[in-house]
């Protein structure tokens, strides 16, 4: 019994080392990156969306020569959205797959479970999606085309407040990203004049939230702060209306899902949300293309999401061909000397932190799609 249980962890051993063997002979005909994202679960969308952003940037890249006379190739990861799952494919990435450079993660939960260990291990973490502020310090590796929520927070907050609606209650999802959003909504709201009603916080899959929507109901705001994902923020604003709550309701990129309409109905027509610049209906020749060629690959038209990740992979792309290898810090160094990139998802410039600051635009929904909502729009109701 003993000699069997030997030969079957010797013949794993050696399975282990030749796969690294191969790994290492395929990164020196090429470059390596790896990618983690949500590819099944309940946030299952946003990755997918991710991932066909940075196929799509890859086959571009490649189409035209590489990097530096070499392909580029990714190896992608399901995070799930987990935290403890992040970890372990984040591991399993630089262990055996020996890449020194990621794409991801989407939850900021999740990037924020792996920073410590990238910054550890001297590995670009570049996210495309994750929020938190806490990211902004999470250390000098980590990098993100994304911006933190100190910004997304503050402008939904300035805009209730200046469209005459004093008063707010907030529910946000009880994860990093909702918190996150929901302490900075908070303070600059408060600092603005206006006055919190109630401030809660709702688990993720939910799918009950009268007994939430009863206590905002009692205390009858004139608006709701919401964060989550598209398919509760539509069944959330849905079970308001069926309420009786008459409040108008605000939210963040997040609602830009069309499972927010699919779960919401009509009973989300009128909400207000910010997104990043990025516009699928531009008339910018760079998107144009982006646009028309996405939409030939996939079938569909290019989300915000597949916009950050197509850009953040042709960040990391130039990054590594202005150092003319792979060495990790070069490129690192790289990524924070980029002034202005010009990508379908706006103009990036990184700061001392990692961050980018972008411009916003703020839409709304009517007859059942978004349409783009001026800033200095009326009181809606």
């Known amino acids: 019994m003993k000699k069997s249980i030997f030969i079957a962890v010797t013949i794993v051993l050696i399975a282990v080392i030749i796969i690294a063997f191969l790994q290492l002979e395929k990164k020196n005909k090429q470059y390596i990156i790896g990618s983690i994202m949500p ?8 990755g997918v ?17 590489g990097i530096n006379n070499k392909l580029i190739s990714v190896i992608y ?50 996210s495309a999606a994750s929020s938190s502020p ?35 209650a907030i529910l946000t999802i009880n994860n990093d990203y909702g918190i996150g959003l929901n302490t900075v909504f908070e303070k600059e709201y408060i600092e603005l004049g206006g006055k919190i009603t ?12 009268f007994p939430i929507l009863t206590k905002i109901q009692e205390n009858e705001p004139q608006c709701i702060f919401i ?5 509760d923020l539509g069944l959330l604003v849905k079970q308001a209306i069926n309420l009786g709550i008459k409040s108008q309701f605000f939210s963040t990129v997040n609602f830009y899902d069309e499972r927010s309409i699919t779960s919401g109905g009509t009973a989300v027509e009128g909400v207000i949300f910010s ?34 990740s197509y850009d953040a992979t042709l960040i990391i792309a130039d990054a590594i061909s ?26 990036t410039t990184f700061d001392k932190n990692g961050d980018v600051m972008k411009e916003a635009k703020f839409l709304t929904v009517k007859k059942g799609k978004f349409i783009p909502l001026e800033i200095n729009n009326a009181k809606t109701n």
């Open 39 to 46: 590819l099944s679960g309940d946030v299952a969308t946003y």
């Open 49 to 65: 969306a991710i991932k066909q952003g940075i196929e799509l940037a890859i086959e571009q890249i490649n189409y035209n020569g």
């Open 77 to 126: 990861e399901d995070s799930k959205a987990e935290p403890k799952e992040g970890v372990t494919v984040f591991e399993k990435l630089i262990s055996v797959n020996n890449v020194d450079i990621i794409i991801g993660a989407v939850a900021s939960s999740v990037t924020l479970a792996i920073a410590p260990i990238a910054e550890k291990s001297q590995t670009i973490l570049f």
């Open 134 to 168: 806490k990211i902004s310090n999470a250390g000098d590796f980590i990098f993100r085309n994304y911006p933190s929520d100190d910004l997304e927070g503050k402008i939904v907050a300035e805009y209730a407040y200046d469209n005459g609606y004093v008063n707010a």
């Open 198 to 209: 109630l401030n809660d916080k709702y688990n993720e899959g939910e799918t009950n939230f």
């Open 227 to 231: 964060v989550g994902y598209g398919k």
């Open 275 to 308: 997104s990043p610049v990025f516009d699928s209906e531009s008339e910018n020749e760079n998107i144009l293309k982006f646009v028309k060629t996405f939409k030939s690959k996939f079938g569909k038209k290019p989300d915000v999401w597949s916009a950050h």
């Open 322 to 347: 202005r150092t003319g290898n792979f060495n990790v810090n070069e490129i690192k160094n790289e990524i924070y000397l980029i002034k202005n990139f010009n990508g379908v998802s706006g103009l």
